[in-house]
């Protein structure tokens, strides 16, 4: 019977579904590290759990080897070591090397966790990315302007989900943006040539270091233009049919063995450039968030997260197959305060009603989350990748989420 540990440092209803499904499996004991108290765990979970420790920084290795060694002791040994967040990745691979875990090392998690390390890896293997440079001073920014070109998009190196991520379109907009955030040694910048052209994601199991199963989706539109405007309500799009994605099949493949991945759930960004091909953006060593583990449970009919934990657990992936299109609206408020009301839910319901098999809808009252998932979504599902993504541009277009109020 292996002894998992799963690290999770705050207990956020996301991640409780991680936690709830590797506490279920049979055959395994599940212990816990978190900054939360277990308590805000629902008790179904807390009951499966073989143990709890909290400490006060969920992701600093030493502190996570310190409940590690703990639970080893109480458990007999541990012979996983797990958790979803993306700035875990690296101090996880830590404490795998210093007890000898199997898993993951310090490397490959490096290579998915920096960005610029990762396009380097990707571009001397002859992947296809974007042209990039890491700059550590005004100076670096404006020679790696000169040599990528305009437009260029700039992020954070160690970023995770689009966030800290802007676009920079003109010389104006390059100088403004030094003079007032410019990128230092302690806060380096990442450049990229802008890739234009519809965006993906490419999620995907790696098996022994071989691919064995993979979900590709379409967002509409990209997340670079709904993070720059936050009145945008946008959409994510699983077609059912995926079987000509053969190109970001085997860049996908050939991108994640380089940079290290032998087995594990990743989550891609690609774009599709038409006669230019592919570019892929970024990669990384966890599991996607924004819903996409449930819109994935609703469109091969199995529950994703529980295949994610058995892959983690006992290295065992029995890859599902492809039922239904799926997609999910996002509702994002329009205006400042609070959530005062939703318009057009009548009209969608008497149009869509027969197609919704799940959905959060915001709550009069409701502060904004303040992120790109905004306060609700809305999951559709149906045979016809047609009829789906019509009726996601129909939510994204009816419904509107109005705030108001301090």
């Known amino acids: 019977m292996p002894n998992a ?37 629902p008790e179904a979970i807390r009951s499966q759990l073989a143990g709890h420790y909290r400490i006060d920084d969920g992701t600093d290795a030493a502190q996570i080897a310190g409940a590690v060694e703990r639970f080893r002791r109480h458990l007999g040994g541990v012979d996983r070591v797990i958790g979803t967040l993306e700035q875990l990745q690296v101090p996880l691979a830590r404490v795998r090397e210093w007890f000898d875990i199997a898993g993951m090392r310090v490397e490959a998690a490096q290579n998915f966790r920096d960005k610029a390390r990762m396009k380097s890896v990707m571009r001397d293997h002859g992947v296809p990315c974007a042209g990039h440079a890491l700059a550590a001073s005004p100076e670096e920014a404006l020679r790696a302007a000169r040599a990528l070109g305009l437009p260029l998009v700039v992020k954070p190196p160690a970023g995770a989900g689009a966030r800290g991520t802007f676009r920079v379109d003109t010389e104006g907009q390059l100088h403004g ?29 790696m098996a022994g270091g071989r691919l064995v199963w993979h979900s590709v989706s379409r967002y509409l539109p990209t997340p670079l233009e709904v993070l720059e405007n936050p009145w945008i309500q946008w959409a994510v799009l699983l077609p059912r049919e995926i079987g000509g994605y053969h190109a970001i099949r085997e860049a996908g493949e050939r991108a994640l063995r380089v940079l290290g991945m032998d087995t594990g759930l990743s989550h891609m960004e690609w774009f599709n450039r038409g006669a230019d091909g592919i570019a892929i953006s970024e990669v990384a060593a966890r599991p996607p968030g924004a819903q996409f583990m449930t819109l994935m449970s609703y469109s091969h009919d199995v529950d994703m997260y529980r295949a994610w934990a058995g892959l983690e657990i006992f290295g065992a992936f029995d890859p599902p197959e492809r039922h239904y299109a799926v997609g999910a609206a996002y509702l994002r408020g329009q205006g400042s305060g609070r959530v005062r009301a939703i318009h057009g839910l009548d009209t969608l319901q008497h149009e869509l009603g027969d197609l919704v098999v799940e959905a959060r809808l915001p709550a009069a009252g409701q502060a904004p989350s303040g992120t790109y998932e905004g306060e609700g979504y809305v999951i559709l599902r149906h045979p016809e990748t047609s009829v789906v993504e019509a009726a996601l541009r129909r939510v994204v277009d009816v419904a509107r989420v109005e705030l108001a109020g301090a």
Do not use: K, M
């Open 5 to 41: 540990v799963f690290v999770a440092p705050f207990l956020l209803e996301a991640t409780n579904r991680f936690i709830g499904a590797a506490a279920s499996l049979p055959g395994a004991q599940v212990g816990l590290i978190s900054q939360d108290p277990q308590e805000r765990l």
């Open 177 to 205: 943006w030094l003079r007032f955030d410019a990128p230092s040694p302690d806060a380096p910048a990442l450049l990229e040539q802008a890739v234009s052209g519809e965006e993906h994601s490419f999620d995907s199991v």
